[in-house]
């Protein structure tokens, strides 16, 4: 899908890539990567909300795809859905600051306050990954830096409007969020009037920024935990990129 806006080409200089929440269907993001380096598509900064936040946390620490993979095969997914293990992993496997990462990344979250996005693009890591993470009635919020934060989807789902404010000229935008499929599902379109009244602002706008929209078609046995799993997700997510770039987007 390409926005109406503007018509940027693959040579722009500056490249957002916006990875979208959905919780474990964010093991797509890692094929969408991989189909984007086998282009020689190297995004300039990158956006995550909630899973996006981890995956592209990995990708701006100077991960390839194949250490993605590895880094989800090392855990039993659903252990990720508790806070303290969910830090330790990034921990473990990431650099402990944004310092530390080779790309520029903004994470998303949302203040419970004002349910406004709250970006974090400065100090611990592993913090602001939890926060990002921290989907309401599934884990309690997390206390940043004196505001509590919970998973930034409530304000901001796709940050590939927050990949436009960081300045890139060509935003790639995965969408792998739940609720928006079970909507499209049922027949509402985003671009159509009725999805339009359904589907929330932040998305909308979003989708206004994207020039490039990846959006993954989720298998139900991706969701079992487990190596196989990885790799059917990174497949699905892989063969949607392509099928965008191949057909000129």
Request: glycine share 4%; hydrophobic share 50%.
């Given at each position: 899908m390409k926005r109406k806006q503007t018509s940027p080409s693959l040579t722009a200089p500056r490249i957002g890539l916006a990875l979208s929440g959905g919780a474990v269907r964010g093991l797509a993001h890692i094929g969408v990567i991989k189909a984007l380096a086998a282009h020689g598509l190297v995004p300039t900064v990158i956006a995550g909300t909630s899973v996006g936040s981890l995956i592209g946390a990995?990708?701006?620490a100077g991960k390839d795809w194949q250490g993605i993979a590895r880094m989800a095969e090392a855990i039993f997914w659903p252990h990720l859905l508790n806070e303290g293990k969910l830090e330790a992993f990034c921990r473990q496997h990431l650099p402990a600051t944004?310092?530390?990462l080779q790309t520029p990344l903004t994470i998303v979250t949302t203040a419970i306050q004002n349910k406004k996005?709250?970006?974090i693009t400065s100090g611990d890591l592993a913090s602001a990954i939890s926060a990002s993470?921290?989907?309401p009635?599934?884990?309690?919020?997390v206390k940043r830096n004196g505001i509590v934060l919970e998973d930034g989807g409530t304000s901001c789902v796709m940050p590939a409007e927050v990949c436009r404010r960081m300045g890139a000229e060509l935003v790639i935008a995965v969408d792998v969020w739940g609720y928006g499929w079970c909507l499209r599902t049922l027949g509402c379109n985003p671009e159509r009037k009725v999805g339009k009244a359904v589907f929330p602002k932040h998305?909308?706008?979003s989708l206004a920024q994207t020039d490039i929209l990846i959006?993954?078609?989720i298998p139900f046995d991706g969701y079992i935990p487990g190596r196989y799993a990885?790799?059917?997700m990174v497949a699905v997510g892989e063969r949607a990129a392509l099928e965008v770039l191949n057909a000129g987007f």
């Open positions: 990995a990708l701006a944004f310092r530390g996005p709250v970006l993470c921290a989907l009635l599934v884990r309690r919020p998305y909308l706008a959006r993954p078609r990885v790799n059917r």
